[in-house]
C-alpha cells in the first residue's frame, strides 16, 4: 500500500490473456489519471522489489499500476535452463496485448489510457505491443530494456516513448541509441542517468527512474496533459 495520502486500493488480479491466465497485482488511487502495465523478461514478475519500487511511486504519481507475470512458473523453470524464451519478444507483446485488452474491459481501470512500462526484453514486447495496439497505448517508457529487439515493429510506434539507460551501461546505451533513431513517435527520447549501472542499483539512481517515468506517464496519459513536480 502506498504510504502517501493518496488512497490506494491493491488486489491481486486474474489476467485472462488467450490460451492462459496470468497473475497479477492492480493498484489503483483515487481519481487514477491513466494505467501503467509493466512489462519485463524473465525472473522479474509481479513480486520483484525493483518493479514495487517503481509501482509505488507512479501511484503517487496518480496512476493506476498492473504488474503481471509474463511467463508462467513452468515457463519460468524452462527460461531458466534455456535462456531463450525471455527472448520470445512476439510471446511476451501478445500477452500484454491481452492485458491491454483487459485493462479496457475492468470495471477499475475501463476508460483510462494505458502506458506502459518495459525492462529488459520486456523493452522490445512493450514496443511491439505499442506497434500492435497504436488507438490503446498512450506512452511507453524502457528502464535499461531492449528496444532493439522489437525490430521494424519500431517504426510503427507512434506514442510518446521515453527510453531510460544507466551511463555505466555502455552496450544498452548504443543499442538504444539505435532503437531511437528507427521509433517512428514524433515525441521519443533518451536519458542517460550517470553513474548508473544496467539495474539502478546505486544509490537514488533507481529513484531518478521512477521520477522520469512518472513524469513522462502524467505529461503523456493524464486527460487534463498534467504536470508531475515529484
Known sequence: MNSTATRVTEQTVRVEVPGLVLEGILAVPEDANGVVLFAHGSG????????LFVAEQLQSAGLATL??????????????????????????????????????AHPRTHGLRVGLFGASTGGGAAAVAAAHEPGKVGAVVSRGGRPDLAGAALFAVLCPTLLIVGGDDEMIEELNRAALAQIGAPV???????????????????????????????????????????
Open 67 to 104: 504488474l503481471i507475470d509474463l511467463l508462467t512458473a513452468d515457463e519460468e523453470r524452462i527460461d531458466e535452463r534455456t535462456r531463450r524464451i525471455r527472448f520470445d519478444i512476439d510471446l511476451l507483446a501478445d500477452r500484454l496485448c491481452g492485458a491491454i485488452e483487459w485493462l479496457a
Open 44 to 51: 522479474s514478475g509481479r513480486h520483484n522489489p525493483r518493479n
Open 188 to 230: 521519443k527520447e533518451l536519458i542517460v542517468v550517470p553513474g548508473a549501472s544496467h539495474l539502478f542499483e546505486e544509490p537514488g539512481k533507481l529513484d531518478e527512474v521512477a521520477h522520469l517515468a512518472a513524469g513522462w506517464f502524467v505529461r503523456h496519459l493524464g486527460t487534463g496533459g498534467g504536470t508531475y513536480a515529484g
